[in-house]
Nanobody, 118 residues
């Protein structure tokens, strides 16, 4: 059974940095996408960053230049480095995973809250 466990969220001030971690286990597929989404109250869930098995990655325009996605294969962990945080980055950040051949993210973590004060 796939398990995704996020950590690293917290309360920070505008301009600060945070690094989120998502530890994955139990996935049965060889090629996959791992992604970070965020969900703010009253807003739609937003795809923030995604990384494929081969290492290619992308981030949303709203965070480009500030957020970076990376991974440690030995630890089966994906990271989201968030710099120059803004109050509008406040959200529940969720890690998700899917087989590269499917259209929807099948597996989700519980999320980690990021709150940025002005």
């Amino acid at each position: 059974q796939v398990q995704l466990v996020e950590s690293g969220g917290g309360l920070v001030q505008a301009g600060d940095s945070l690094r989120l971690s998502c530890a994955a286990s139990g996935y049965p597929f060889r090629t996959y996408l791992m992604a970070w989404f965020r969900q703010a109250p009253g807003k739609e869930r937003e795809l923030v960053a995604v990384m494929a098995t081969g290492g290619s990655s992308d981030v949303a325009d709203s965070v480009k230049g500030r957020f970076t996605i990376s991974r440690d294969n030995a630890k089966n962990t994906v990271y989201l480095q968030m710099n120059s945080l803004k109050p509008e980055d406040t959200a529940l950040y969720l890690c998700a995973m899917k087989d590269i051949s499917t259209s929807t993210y099948e597996y989700w973590g519980q999320g980690t809250q990021v709150t940025v004060s002005s």
